[in-house]
């Protein structure tokens, strides 16, 4: 059969590439571009940073290979991991809804809003089914018989499904899923087409190289067009894309698609669409137009795969199983993107969109992962892990949440075999844990299991760790990298209303476990507890959980913005501590200067401690504690009393007493000289600027881009489609509190928008003397 010729022909082994230092921690992010090792060759030789003072160079370690056998190659092949992204609204859980019934998982539909009480299945949570909004990421699991394009023949897949939420609020949800999946669905509305948050998927997709297929939904709405989301997806997202489908009938008259790979017509007939019916008769209607857009997609796919390139080159027509197995290997090379039409809503064309995720999506061992070997220096090279069952055991904690029955783990296994009742070691602690139960979800209803194997994700209780832990069978000191966890861009002071209670601090010990988005402190001087997160929403349905689940019912304070402060001119300084109290004392001298200083795109980091000390001034046992001090520093500036960034301390020199210096002297030397230092390196305060997308009729585009302008916003782009534009503008944070009320009123409840993170950038000089005058004034009653 072919399918099965196409993964053998994958499988064959190659060597393992020689990895740079830089490249290892690029690779660790997650999988590479598209290669398979049937087993692991052994690890390069590759000598790694040699001991110190050694002449002869530490030789890589040598790795036991492991063969897939002939029942891991036969079961991965038929295994995919799939994740269901989009901007929000695109219909998302409504899609995920259709594929749970159409593969037998669930028996009826019912739609997102919960109109007839008892709301999408993937939407469990009481919250999800009042707003009509996905606020957690589900998984679930289904099997599906596909019906392959290059042979026509049913081959039977197991797919895990992950929902995600859409709001930008919500986008650690997002980022763990992506970071465990070997594919994902890109959904689009056909009418907005690619929006704001479709970018951010987009560069979520690209963080940990996830090959997607493309689905435009909502083919049923007035003004859907197909084509011109096509373009954007091409010209915005930049990725080759063409249609591997065209619409029989548009808008209301939709009744199912013509398929370009297998020259068919495809109709949805019977009770909810359940009934695929086949015809090699394509419609007049469709016919010319399914005959360009063949062409465009052969046209599309030469310019990313080299033998439909050479067969075109020749004028030769591709075949069948020739196209199919092309569309397969620029996808899993993330080149290129099929799309696929369809609506959810009204049934059409989801099954031939799982055919599609089964023929072109990756195996869990078509995805290149790699570990760290936790015995070696941070430089050496990665490991790459091979998904047999007989390997060590390596499995990935990608979320937390709290069940009915303590902490629920959700689990992805990469190599090895994971057993109820076997002992299992967590990598960062090394504490031996026992399995006690393990699960596989279907949203917030679990069964019971009793092995998984490599390519699977599922849940286990009663293990306590945090998101991004790795667990092993302690054979191995394997460790996986954990997900990029975004800044928290808004806080507020959250109060409990009445006696606090142990709930109160249950509960947010509990949120911050589950969302690494989601940060809780004490503020020093107000003694308040404050809460920050990544927008309105994020905190707004915390605080309504706490009340709901924890019986806590909270008031918020007005909300605050993360302003930063930072430096911009280098300074120098020569601070001397120095207290004498009766008996030994304290005395500690630094030198040295503080300078500006940009983000390091390898660490993420834009502050630094560099020790230039020579001849030992100040002795090597004191400098962690300058360090200490520097950092302690940056916690809270003098101008607004936020944190500062984009600093470098550079220490030069310095002086140590025999007797009266300590590691205590130094921290608040280095404290001291920062905050003397400070004012002569012209702080300013930095804003964090949003960039929003407003989408609102086109008869009030003036009201909306004045309302923007108001805002101080800058307006970078717009489009105007038959009756509805949309704005992309950037605006301060700060501005743009209350702006949900003001676009309803002034485009009559009918303007929708969305806000994400973009940069931090200076204040308005007024802005920076209110803030300055009103922190001069927090402290000045502190003291009182």
């Keep these: 059969m072919l399918g099965s010729s196409i993964f053998q022909a994958c499988v064959r082994t190659r060597p393992h590439p020689r990895l740079s230092a830089a490249s290892a921690s690029s690779l660790s992010s997650r999988l590479g571009l598209w290669s398979l090792s049937a087993r692991r060759n052994a690890a390069t030789a590759a000598a790694v940073k040699p001991a110190e003072g050694s002449e002869e160079p530490v030789q890589a370690k040598e790795y036991p290979t492991y063969e897939l056998t002939d029942e891991d190659v036969k079961r991965l092949r038929f295994q995919r991991n799939i994740g269901v992204s989009a901007h929000i609204d695109s219909g998302k859980t409504t899609l995920t809804e259709r594929i749970l019934y159409y593969t037998g998982r669930i028996s009826a539909i019912h739609e997102v809003r919960g109109r007839d009480n008892v709301g999408a299945k993937m939407d469990s949570m009481e919250l999800e089914r009042e707003k009509g909004i996905t606020i957690q990421s589900a998984a679930t699991f289904c099997d599906w018989e596909a019906t392959m394009p290059a042979t026509g023949a049913k081959e039977k897949y197991a797919v895990n499904i992950i929902d995600t939420p859409g709001h930008v609020d ?263 844990v026992k399995v006690p139960r393990l699960v596989r979800m279907h949203s917030n209803e679990m069964e019971d299991i009793q092995e998984i194997g490599p390519g699977e994700i599922c849940a286990i209780f009663g293990i306590d760790c945090a998101s991004g832990d790795t667990f092993t069978d302690g054979s191995s000191t394997f460790s996986m990298t954990s997900m990029f966890v975004p800044e928290p861009v808004i806080s507020l002071a959250l109060k409990p209303v009445g006696q606090e209670t142990p709930n109160f601090s249950r509960a947010l010990n509990r949120f911050q476990k589950e969302d690494p988005t989601f940060r809780v402190h004490i503020d020093k001087e107000s003694k308040e507890t404050i809460i920050s997160g990544m927008g309105e929403l994020h905190l707004e349905i915390y605080v309504e959980r706490m009340k709901r689940e924890y019986n806590v019912e909270c008031t918020t304070g007005k909300p605050r913005v993360a302003f930063r402060e930072t430096i911009t001119q280098r300074a120098d300084f020569f601070y001397t501590h120095k207290k004498q109290s009766g008996g030994a004392g304290q005395y500690a001298r630094v030198i040295g200067f503080v300078e500006p200083m940009e983000m390091n795109e390898e660490t993420g980091k834009d502050t630094e401690f560099v020790n230039q000390v020579m001849g030992g001034n100040i002795p090597s046992n004191y400098i962690p504690a300058c360090e200490k001090g520097f950092y302690e520093a940056l916690e809270k500036g003098s101008l607004s009393g936020n944190p500062v960034s984009g600093v470098r301390l550079v220490l030069n020199d310095g002086l140590a007493h025999s007797v009266d210096s300590s590691e205590l002297a130094f921290r608040l030397a280095t404290i001291g000289a920062f905050r003397e230092v400070y004012s002569a390196s012209k702080p300013i305060i930095l804003e964090p600027i949003m960039t929003v997308e407003v989408v609102a009729p086109s008869e009030f585009q003036s009201a909306v881009i004045g309302g923007l302008n108001q805002r101080r916003g800058t307006i970078v782009d717009s489009e105007v489609r038959e009756d509805e534009f949309t704005a992309i503008a950037e605006v301060a944070l700060n501005d743009m509190f209350g702006y949900s009320s003001h676009l309803r009123g002034i485009t009559q409840g009918k303007g929708e928008f969305s806000m994400e993170y973009k940069t931090h950038q200076p204040v308005l000089p007024q802005v920076q003397a209110e803030l300055e005058a009103a922190y001069k004034k927090t402290l000045g009653q502190t003291k009182k």
């Design 170 to 432: 919500f986008t650690i949800e997002v980022e763990r899923a992506l970071r465990v999946l070997d594919g994902a669905i890109l959904v689009l509305c056909a009418v907005a087409g690619v929006q704001s948050q479709t970018t951010t998927v987009d560069r979520q997709m690209r963080r940990y190289n996830v090959p997607r297929i493309s689905f435009i939904n909502k083919m049923d709405r007035p003004g859907a067009n197909p084509w011109r989301v096509i373009n954007q997806i091409r010209q915005k997202l930049k990725i080759a894309a063409a249609a591997v489908q065209v619409p029989i009938g548009v808008e209301d008259d939709l009744r199912g698609v013509v398929d370009l790979v297998r020259w068919k017509a495809i109709y949805n007939q019977g009770e909810k669409g359940n009934q695929v019916v086949e015809s090699d008769e394509i419609p007049a209607e469709a016919l010319e137009l399914a005959k360009e857009k063949r062409r465009e997609l052969i046209e599309q796919l030469a310019e990313v795969d080299d033998e439909i390139g050479e067969l075109l080159i020749m004028d030769e027509d591709p075949t069948t199983p020739q196209l199919a197995e092309a569309i397969r290997r620029a996808t899993i090379s993330l080149k290129f993107s099929p799309v696929f039409l369809g609506s959810a809503i009204k049934n059409t064309a989801v099954q031939p969109l799982l055919d599609g995720v089964c023929a072109y999506l990756p195996t869990p061992a078509e995805s290149k992962v790699t570990a760290h070997d936790t015995s070696l220096p941070v430089s050496s090279p990665p490991v790459e892990l091979t998904p047999a069952s007989a390997a060590p055991l390596v499995a990935l904690a990608f979320k937390l949440e709290e069940g009915r029955f303590g902490q629920l783990t959700y689990m992805r296994v990469y190599q090895g075999t994971m057993r109820k009742g076997q002992f299992i070691y967590h990598a960062r602690t090394g504490k031996k």
